[in-house]
T-cell receptor, first 115, second 114 residues
Framework: AQSVSQHNHHVILSEAASLELGCNYSYGGTVNLFWYVQYPGQHLQLLLKYFSGDPLVKGIKGFEAEFIKSKFSFNLRKPSVQWSDTAEYFCAVSYSGGGADGLTFGKGTHLIIQP | DGGITQSPKYLFRKEGQNVTLSCEQNLNHDAMYWYRQDPGQGLRLIYYSQIVNDFQKGDIAEGYSVSREKKESFPLTVTSAQKNPTAFYLC?????????????FGSGTRLTVV
């Protein structure tokens, strides 16, 4: 079965620090990759997604992620975080072909930005 | 505005009762999904439906049931057989089944067993 591993469950950073959240997936075939964010009290929002093409994907709010197929990774980055980035971040994977549908999520990373 | 509506936002259930969570979308999406979110567990797939009158079990379907009689609606019933139903439930939809065109999520229902 597919699985998604997020390396850090809790991350605490100061404002203006650089951020990198790790994500690895287990499936060796063609995948679609997503990062979602859940701000306190709000529903899941899509930060960015990768389907094909340029492995460096830019999303909203200054976030980007790089797909490295050889490492089965899709790490999320932001050069300078803000207090408003405090949230729960989820990496997710889906098949692009047949088989089981829906998204497989990692367990999430709770990011706290200290002012 | 198009989107997904989940109701109620908060739901309390007594032990041994069945409860039904509502999910409605006006996005004309083919596929709909139910996820359960627990602290430290991420989101886990309960059931999904790729087309009207068809649905499939996800990773944790035991103790749950669904129906898909209309394209817009995908209600989830949490039965008394579900041993640990207290959780946050999220409904989602997507425009193409299995093609990864992106998913839209509802705002969730928090179910508490009392």
């Amino acid at each position: 079965a597919q699985s998604v591993s997020q390396h850090n469950h809790h991350v605490i950073l100061s404002e203006a620090a650089s951020l990198e959240l790790g994500c690895n997936y287990s499936y060796g075939g063609t995948v679609n990759l997503f990062w979602y964010v859940q701000y306190p009290g709000q529903h899941l929002q899509l930060l960015l997604k990768y389907f094909s093409g340029d492995p460096l994907v830019k999303g909203i709010k200054g976030f980007e992620a790089e797909f490295i197929k050889s490492k089965f990774s899709f790490n999320l980055r932001k050069p300078s975080v803000q207090w408003s980035d405090t949230a729960e971040y989820f990496c997710a994977v889906s098949y692009s072909g047949g088989g089981a549908d829906g998204l497989t999520f990692g367990k999430g990373t709770h990011l706290i930005i200290q002012p | 505005d198009g989107g997904i509506t989940q109701s109620p936002k908060y739901l309390f259930r007594k032990e041994g009762q069945n409860v039904t969570l509502s999910c409605e979308q006006n996005l004309n999406h083919d596929a709909m999904y139910w996820y359960r979110q627990d602290p430290g567990q991420g989101l886990r797939l309960i059931y999904y439906s790729q087309i009207v009158n068809d649905f499939q079990k996800g990773d944790i379907a035991e103790g749950y049931s669904v129906s898909r009689e209309k394209k817009e609606s995908f209600p989830l019933t949490v039965t008394s057989a579900q041993k640990n139903p207290t959780a946050f439930y999220l409904c989602a939809s997507s425009i193409r089944r299995g093609k990864g065109y992106g998913y839209t999520f509802g705002s969730g229902t928090r179910l508490t067993v009392v």
